[in-house]
């Protein structure tokens, strides 16, 4: 219902919010519940926006999460948000744009796979590992065969 220069300025903003939010141990621990409804708000924006009008937003999480370990966590989180909400929750969406939204998580699989197995190879960071292994855990209902 809104236009799109203040649907865009919206999204950007909670992008922006979250991105502060996680940038730092400090931050990401004081507002630990502020951010986990931010990564919610996200999700939903990504259930309107991805992958049609957001075409590159996997890409561009998969970037962000290599620059920073506290931010690929909460990324970590986003993903796993997503996967639950596309794969587990019912009667949210219709069936079409499910299954839109399935088909685009089983096209940019590879990235997110990517993504985890660099964290599991590469980082220390307990809880960065631990939230990995939980949002790969949530993929196992749906990662294409091969995987």
């Known amino acids: 219902m809104l236009p799109e220069e203040q649907q865009t300025g919206i999204k950007n903003y909670v992008v922006q919010k979250i991105v502060s939010l996680s940038s730092s141990e400090e931050s990401m621990g004081a507002e630990r519940v502020f951010l986990n409804k931010m ?76 993504l985890c197995q660099m964290v599991l190879n590469v980082s220390q960071r307990p809880s960065l590992l631990n939230t990995t292994l939980q949002t790969l855990q949530r993929f196992l209902t749906w990662i294409p065969w091969g995987y």
Not at 58 to 78: D, R
Not at 80 to 93: A, I, P
């Open 39 to 114: 990564n919610l708000v996200l999700v939903q924006i990504l259930k309107h926006e991805w992958p049609h009008r957001w075409t590159d937003f996997i890409t561009e999480l998969v970037n962000l999460s290599q620059s920073n370990e506290i931010v690929c966590e909460n990324n970590m989180q986003i993903l796993k948000l997503l996967s639950e909400e596309v794969f587990e929750v019912k009667d949210q969406m219709t069936s079409a744009k499910t299954s839109t939204l399935k088909n685009a998580l089983n096209q940019e699989f590879v990235n997110i796979f990517n």
